[in-house]
Structures are given as C-alpha cells and as structure tokens.
C-alpha cells in the first residue's frame, strides 16, 4: 500500500490548511492511520490518530483543539484539518497507516508511509 499525503502549503499564523491521506488502494479509511510531522533538526513527532473504524482518536497536546483528524468515507482519505495554525507547527506531514485495530503510537508501529507535505506556518 502507498500512500499521499497532500494539501501543505504556505499560509499565515492564525489560518488553516487541510491535509489528505489516501492510499493507493482502496479502503484507508479502515486502517489504523496517523499523522506524523517533522520538523527540521527535529525528531519525526505524532500528531494524530485515528483508528480503523474512527472510535479513537489521539491528539498530542500542542495541537488539541486546533487540529481535528476524521475518516472521509466519501473521499476514502483520512484529513487532517489544521485549524489556528502557528510557526511552530512548520513541518514536513507525513501520513502512515496499519492494518490494526489499535491506535498507534510510534512510528515503528506502522507499515506503510508516504511521501510527507510541507506545511509552512509564517508569523
């Protein structure tokens, strides 16, 4: 499975920018997926998560209330939406998904990654 991560960009402190998922087959939309981020000179960090039926979510602390992850069954993509945003959410996003009925933590937990998005936060 290979997935695309889309939907960075540059924005403004204080705007929003949503993230999409998806995977080269269908059906992402019932694994366990999480959104990492990494910063520069920094360690790859985990957002959020959500798991395969969309019961459990995680949210790190920095991000809790401003970002909100979901299952998009229409799309068959799992978004991110950032709302809110700040210069220290500047990062390179990356979506990583397993087949598990568990949330995931680590970035060792997960089998299958894709190429991350920029997201540039200007203050």
């Known amino acids: 499975v290979q997935l695309q991560a889309s939907g960075g960009g540059l924005v403004q402190a204080g705007g929003s920018l949503r993230l999409s998922c998806a995977a080269s087959?269908?059906?992402?939309?019932?694994?366990?997926v999480g959104w990492f981020r990494q910063a520069p000179g920094k360690e790859r960090e985990l957002v959020a998560a959500?798991?395969?039926?969309?019961?459990?979510?995680y949210y790190r602390n920095a991000v809790k209330g401003r970002f909100t992850i979901s299952r998009e069954v229409a799309k068959d993509t799992i978004d991110l939406q950032m709302n809110r945003l700040k210069p220290e959410d500047t990062a390179v996003y990356y979506c990583?998904?397993?087949?598990?009925?568990?949330?995931?933590?680590?970035?060792?937990?997960?089998?299958?990654w894709g190429r991350g998005t920029l997201v540039t936060v200007s203050s």
């Open positions: 990583a998904a397993d087949l598990d009925y568990e949330l995931k933590y680590r970035a060792s937990d997960y089998n299958y």
């Open positions: 959500i798991d395969w039926n969309g019961g459990r979510t």
């Open positions: 087959q269908r059906g992402i939309i019932h694994y366990t």
